[in-house]
């Protein structure tokens, strides 16, 4: 199913475009360079994890309580709005809560994603950009998790 399908809110265009300058720089030294980031390089390597091997994707979640938070914590507890609400209301509204804090994330992820690999095409030396691909990843594998909790565990997003 399509993300857009997911959407609580229409979006008013499908891709966000944000206007960045600079240059991106090529390096054509290719021997071993510093040590110490190298090393770097190699630690982000192999601590490398897979979120489709190290979380159990099989867990029930219930979407109308994903984070199975007490109403206590719910921002409307002990309102009158909240003393007036039905417990599917309530299991709405923190759907809606859920949703929305994850897809934020979600959101600053692929924005931390695009700024990784603007570090990438800005550092001189191939070590360096090796180094900062790490990262990179890093933030690719937080976009996945946050979009495929929001698509499968709770299936809804915000825009």
Request: aromatic letters at 12%; one cysteine or more; glycine letters at 8%.
């Amino acid at each position: 199913m399509s993300t857009h399908d997911l959407y609580t809110n229409a979006l008013r265009e499908p891709v966000w475009q944000v206007s960045a300058s600079g240059a991106g720089r090529f390096s054509w030294e290719y021997e071993d360079g510093r040590e110490r980031l190298l090393a770097l390089y190699q630690k982000g390597k192999d601590k490398q994890w897979d979120g489709a091997k190290r979380i159990s994707w099989e867990l029930e979640v219930d979407p109308y309580n994903p984070l199975g938070i007490p109403d206590e914590l719910v921002p409307l507890h002990g309102t009158r709005h909240w003393a007036k609400m039905t417990e599917k209301d309530k299991g709405d509204l923190r759907r809606h809560y859920a949703s929305w804090h994850f897809s934020q994330f979600l959101h600053g992820e692929q924005g931390a994603m695009i700024c990784a690999t603007r570090i990438v095409e800005s550092v001189p030396d191939l070590d360096a950009k090796f180094y900062s691909a790490t990262q990179v990843m890093d933030e690719a594998r937080h976009a996945e998790i946050y979009g495929r909790f929001l698509h499968e565990k709770i299936g809804m997003l915000y825009p």
